[in-house]
Nanobody
Framework: QVQLVESGGGLVQPGGSLRLSCVAR????????MGWYRQAPGKQRELVAS???????EYAEYVKGRFTISRSALKDTAWLQMNSLKPEDTAVYYC????????????????WGRGTQVTVSS
């Protein structure tokens, strides 16, 4: 069974920093894109940042200059470094993987993690 496991959420004061991690576990041969989405109460899930194995990294306008996405050399782990956090960044953050090829299976899948809560409050 393949899955994404997130960690690193929590409570932080405005202006503080957090680093989220997402590890892809299971018999995964390759992953094309890994990214982070977030969903605040009463709002739709929205893209925060995504990073393909090759190509341009994408950021939502409201996190540019504050958040940085990165991936491991094996491309099976993604991090989201969040700096200068604001109360409006409060949300559940979900890891996403697209173009997931499972070993021995010729199909591509999309995976979601269960989410990790980030709360920015004084």
């Amino acid at each position: 069974q393949v899955q994404l496991v997130e960690s690193g959420g929590g409570l932080v004061q405005p202006g503080g920093s957090l680093r989220l991690s997402c590890v892809a576990r299971g018999s995964i041969y390759s992953i094309w894109t890994m990214g982070w989405y977030r969903q605040a109460p009463g709002k739709q899930r929205e893209l925060v940042a995504s990073m393909p194995s090759v190509g341009t990294t994408e950021y939502a306008e409201y996190v540019k200059g504050r958040f940085t996405i990165s991936r491991s050399a094996l491309k099976d782990t993604a991090w989201l470094q969040m700096n200068s956090l604001k109360p409006e960044d409060t949300a559940v953050y979900y890891c996403n993987a697209k173009g997931v090829v499972v070993t021995g299976d010729g199909k591509e899948y999309e995976l979601w993690g269960r989410g990790t809560q980030v709360t920015v409050s004084s």
